[in-house]
């Protein structure tokens, strides 16, 4: 459940102050050349490349590292698993594999932690015209997702008080786990309807139509930026290419 | 022109068979200051949604009568964690002025005379979930005065806050209140503070619409005794507990050295704390927000795993104690209610606890009765404990406490949100559980429970006792 608190980047980074479409678009750039082959030499240009901008994503590098954990291991169980059991199994194939997941994984991570939710939001109305009834909703849904976290664990508290074990073995998590997924329902509902109500009453959904506090144009550092990531793809893909390494997923 | 007026006025809520308030008739003129006094139950807070126009019938409420509102409203609740929609604080204030289509080149300026207004300590890019639980407040009122409200309507605003944070909020409302450009109703159960900032206190009663009208010191001296005992809160001192009637005897808990630090935090939320709980005693934990009082009553009831030093339960480690065995040392009271129900029925919910520790279901079931009946929940045994009124929920998770009979209480804010009624009995319970040689603790910031109750006090800052 602490999985869902957010990693909160510096709002000073360098990335901060990228248009969110402009890192949603970098980041499906990378992910898509790190999708269509399963080499080496690509995975490890674009992991570099993302590595070096995590430092200007103002992220904490600990923090960050702490989240990625479960991934690694997973992903690292996979590379082991493709060494010695895959197609062609080799060390090679295994650990490309590996690490085109972690590519994968750390741009939709650095991605969804450096996008401001409310950036996000404004950005969908703006320029993709989403309606701002569901995105505002969403948006104001997702504030409350810390405080189910901490709601949780005082659940788990509570059942030990009341003679349940709900966090010392994984019986006891999964013994205690209907009553307290209960638990935390009813109170997520109790407060979203709080907040459904605090909103209404400032306004929201009266109209069809909502003004913006922060429009906000794409600019051309904007541009540059998925400029950067598409020429990263590039390289590394004509770097794999011309080294003769490239593995396509799906042959043509 | 009043701006309210209320004629024969009722509201049923979709599903309900009583009505949450039935025959009001009310009028408030422009700029009045109105304090709307109730007992739990009464439909103060549903008096303030219809005001606000949030009522709907489309979700299967009914209403009757006229109720005529010639204002603009703003409403500001109690929890200040559901009023806050966005993550930058000035975000939020504009919030509400996106919504009524305001231009953006106007918004600002509004939001930042409205932060100013309410004088918000921080710049608008403030993260809000960095904010106390005041200044959140303090923000949620920015975001509705920014919508320049002609009728302000507050409900409880200070409930939810620790002493300091309400003491901000109340003189944030005295300022507001003081220029009278803005009619204002407020629900509040705090009285002392508040009297001086209204010229009119209206007392309603469960489906029985207006009882008592008229100037504050009209109203409490015609009414007071008759308030009270409904479970109003008048001026005055609140209930006191009988005096203690035994010696201490022997130590029922011990801390020692106690210290603790939530996961992924860089401080220690409690460091080298010691303390001692006796039979026959009530002990108060208090200090500021943060100062670790709720951590130190859940160590001592065994909940949390200490980081450093020990929590004794009669010299056993409290933390090391399996949950069915702790529930006969130590019972727990949460400051949510809702936390702490496992069951589908009020009856059942009484059982659990000795069922656990190990008592037939026959005689589980014959001590639920009886606690039943002694905390006046007889009438609930077959309802749903999510469905009970506050006060009720309160009395049964106290009972599911007392259920498994442990000499120890720990409990935290347990007067909170409660009115003077449940607050009495609340005292009565603890007091007559002490008295029976059992020891009570509780982590909370109501002075008045401290002065009526505690033999001795641990005052916590900032993790260490003070």
Same mark, same amino acid.
């Given at each position: 459940m602490r999985l869902l608190v957010p990693l909160v980047p510096d709002p000073a980074a360098p990335l901060g102050s990228v248009h969110p479409l402009a890192k949603i678009g970098a980041a499906l750039v990378v992910m898509l050349a790190l999708f269509l082959t399963v080499d080496l030499v690509t995975s490890s240009i674009v992991l570099a490349g993302i590595a070096a901008a995590v430092p200007l994503s103002g992220l904490d590098p600990r923090a960050l590292g702490r989240r990625l954990v479960p991934l690694a291991v997973g992903a690292a169980g996979i590379g082991v698993f493709n060494t010695l059991f895959g197609t062609s199994p080799s060390v090679q194939n295994g650990a490309a594999i590996a690490l085109r997941l972690v590519g994968i994984a750390l741009s939709g991570v650095v991605m969804v932690a450096t996008i401001d939710p409310t950036d996000l939001a404004d950005a969908l109305v703006q320029h993709l015209r989403a309606p701002p009834r569901f995105v505002v909703g969403a948006l104001a849904a997702f504030r409350l997702f810390p405080l189910f976290s901490r709601e949780w664990d005082m659940l788990g508290l509570a059942r030990r008080a009341r003679g349940i074990e709900a966090d010392r073995t994984f019986v006891d998590r999964l013994a205690a786990f209907p009553g307290r997924a209960l638990g935390l329902l009813v109170a997520a509902i109790r407060r979203a309807t709080r907040l459904a109500l605090a909103m209404d009453a400032r306004g929201f959904g009266s109209r069809d139509r909502r003004t913006l506090a922060r429009p906000r144009a794409i600019t051309r550092a904007d541009w540059s930026f998925l400029a950067a990531a598409i020429l990263l793809a590039a390289l590394a893909t004509a770097t794999s290419l011309a080294l003769g390494t490239y593995r396509p997923l799906i042959a043509f | 022109m009043p701006a309210v007026e209320a004629r024969g006025f009722g509201w049923r809520h979709a599903g309900? +068979?009583?009505?949450?308030?039935?025959g009001l008739d009310l009028v408030v003129e422009q700029g009045e200051r109105v304090l709307l006094l109730g007992p739990s139950g009464a439909g103060k807070s549903t008096l303030l949604l219809a005001l606000a126009g949030l009522l709907d019938t489309s979700g299967g409420g009914e209403r009757e009568g006229e109720l005529v509102v010639r204002a603009e409203t703003g409403i500001v609740f109690q929890d200040p964690e559901t009023q806050l929609v966005m993550g930058r604080a000035g975000d939020d204030v504009a919030f509400g002025l996106e919504n009524r289509c305001v231009p953006t080149a106007e918004i600002w300026p509004r939001v930042h005379a409205a932060l100013a207004a309410v004088g918000f300590p921080y710049p608008g890019e403030r993260r809000t979930d960095a904010l106390s639980g005041g200044e959140k407040q303090r923000l949620a009122i920015a975001g509705v005065i920014a919508l320049a409200p002609s009728l302000l309507l507050l409900d409880?605003?200070?409930? +939810?806050?620790d002493p300091d944070g309400a003491a901000d909020v109340r003189a944030l409302i005295a300022d507001l209140a003081a220029s009278r450009e803005r009619t204002l109703v407020l629900v509040e159960h705090r009285l002392a503070e508040v009297l001086p900032l209204v010229d009119r206190v209206v007392v309603i009663e469960p489906g029985g619409g207006v009882v008592a009208d008229g100037a504050p010191a009209d109203v409490f001296a015609r009414e007071g005794a008759r308030l009270a005992e409904r479970g109003v809160w008048v001026p005055g001192p609140p209930p006191a507990a009988p005096e203690r009637g035994g010696a201490t005897g022997r130590t029922l808990a011990r801390a020692e050295a106690l210290a603790f630090r939530y996961p992924g935090s860089p401080v220690w939320a409690l460091d080298a704390v010691d303390a001692e709980l006796r039979e026959g005693e009530a002990v108060a934990i208090t200090g500021a927000n943060g100062s670790g009082k709720s951590t130190l009553a859940l160590l001592i009831a065994g909940l949390l795993r200490p980081g450093r030093g020990k929590a004794s339960l009669d010299g056993d480690d409290a933390w090391a104690l399996p949950a069915r065995r702790l529930v006969t040392r130590v019972g727990s009271v949460f400051q949510d209610p809702e936390h702490q129900f496992v069951a589908g029925r009020v009856l059942d919910e009484l059982t659990v606890g000795p069922r656990r520790a190990g008592r037939s279901s026959g005689e589980a079931r014959a001590l639920a009765a009886s606690l039943l009946e002694r905390l006046r929940l007889a009438h609930l045994a077959e309802a749903n404990p999510f469905t009970l009124s506050g006060g009720e929920q309160r009395r049964l998770s106290v009972a599911t406490a007392l259920a498994t009979a442990p000499p120890l209480l720990v409990l935290d804010e347990p007067t909170f949100g409660q009115d003077r009624r449940t607050y009495g009995e609340l005292l009565r319970l603890l007091a007559a559980h002490r008295d029976g040689g059992g020891a009570v603790t509780f982590a909370t910031h109501d002075r008045d429970l401290v002065a009526g109750f505690a033999d001795r006090t641990i005052t916590l800052a900032g993790g260490r006792a003070a």
């Open positions: - | 309900r +068979s009583a009505w949450a308030i039935r409880e605003p200070t409930a +939810s806050l």
